[in-house]
């Protein structure tokens, strides 16, 4: 069995997917790899925007209250398989289906990615091509300020050249029905990688034909992490157009109703995150999301700051404190949130 310490320590310290970091070497080119990582949260919520186990841009509003849960459902497993110039992956979480919390307290596993890659090409379910990775803040609720981010999975054809990528991507409509759904959305993005971090851009564009609209639409999303200092970065994404489905899930739908005629919408929503390293134990990231829609004049926003010390390569402990705004409904809840991961 080969560990590569240098590589557990990176996932530690900057992995959001907890890809596989123990290796076995097979022999004749090929290697069998297993990895994720095990998360407690404890989250508190309180406000009239109900408990979720993390945000997403939901408008769902209620009465005030106060709620406390233990779970373990962000904890992942993956494995990969490599022969020479094919690679396989896949990777479960447990955010599938809910189980009971009076007992036994079991949750349903979900699939996350399963992909194969060869050469240049990908295909599988893996993070949308329109999606920047570099871009989401470490923070403790999972994904962080999802109002403000490009934020999806889904099976795709991918073709990577150089900073150059093109993929054709799942065509599903949401709002309406989708038995047109024929033919798949195209993202085209651009990565410029330096010493200073790196830039982004992507066009997603889509045909709607649902319900009597027959559309085409397209969205852009600039992105960006820039390091400042020795380990200090700054990550940033706006998302502009008629994303859809693929920007602050739950905010909008594919198609909406507008006047009695279907349409669809234009957001506009954007992130911003400093992440700072008080020492070689401590670090911190303070962040914001916000997104608003231009005919149903839905707006959310979110904003965040944890502390996280590093224990050992392998396991971090944290505190994080914020708010999620459903400014349309005039609603908010405000989080506190421990959490304690262990990377494998």
Do not use: C
């Not at 970091?21 to 080119?29: M, Q, R, V």
């Not at 200090?232 to 602050?248: C, W």
Request: aromatic share 14%.
């Amino acid at each position: 069995m080969k560990i590569s310490t240098l590589t557990l320590i990176a996932s530690a310290l900057f992995s959001s997917s907890g890809y596989a970091a123990y290796e076995f070497e097979l022999g004749d080119n090929n290697t069998l790899k297993f990895g994720g990582y095990l998360k407690a949260d404890i989250r508190h919520v309180d406000g009239n925007v109900p408990y979720r186990p993390f945000w997403i841009a939901t408008g769902t509003t209620g009465e005030d209250a106060s709620q406390t849960h233990f779970n373990m459902r962000e904890s992942r497993f993956n494995a990969s398989y490599t022969h020479g110039k094919v690679m396989g992956f896949v990777e479960v979480d447990f955010y599938g289906s809910d189980g009971s919390e009076a007992v036994v307290n079991n949750y349903d596993p979900r699939l996350r990615h399963a992909f194969i890659k060869y050469d240049n090409w990908l295909v599988g379910q893996t993070w949308s091509t329109f999606m920047p990775l570099k871009a989401i803040p470490e923070t403790l609720d999972f994904g962080g300020p999802h109002v403000g981010e490009a934020f999806i999975r889904q099976t795709q054809i991918r073709y990577t050249y150089g900073g150059f990528q093109f993929a054709l991507e799942n065509p599903e409509t949401t709002g309406a029905d989708n038995k047109n759904d024929s033919l798949p959305d195209v993202v085209g993005r651009y990565i410029h990688k330096a010493d200073w971090g790196e830039l982004a851009v992507a066009a997603l564009v889509r045909q709607l034909d649902s319900d009597g609209l027959d559309k085409t639409v397209a969205a852009f999303n600039l992105s960006g992490k820039l390091l400042i200092g020795e380990k200090d970065d700054f990550r940033f994404q706006v998302n502009v157009g008629k994303p859809g489905r693929y920007v602050a899930p739950g905010l909008t739908t594919d198609v909406i109703t507008h006047d009695d005629q279907p349409a669809a919408e234009e957001t506009t929503a954007y992130t911003a995150a400093y992440r700072h390293f008080w020492s070689e134990s401590y670090r911190s990231t303070v962040f914001y999301g916000h997104a608003k829609t231009d005919i149903q004049n839905r707006e959310r926003q979110m904003w965040g700051v944890n502390l996280i010390k590093q224990l050992t390569p392998y396991l971090w402990a944290g505190v994080e404190v914020g708010n999620y705004e459903v400014s349309d409904a005039n609603a908010d809840s405000t989080y506190l949130q421990f959490s304690v991961k262990y990377t494998l």
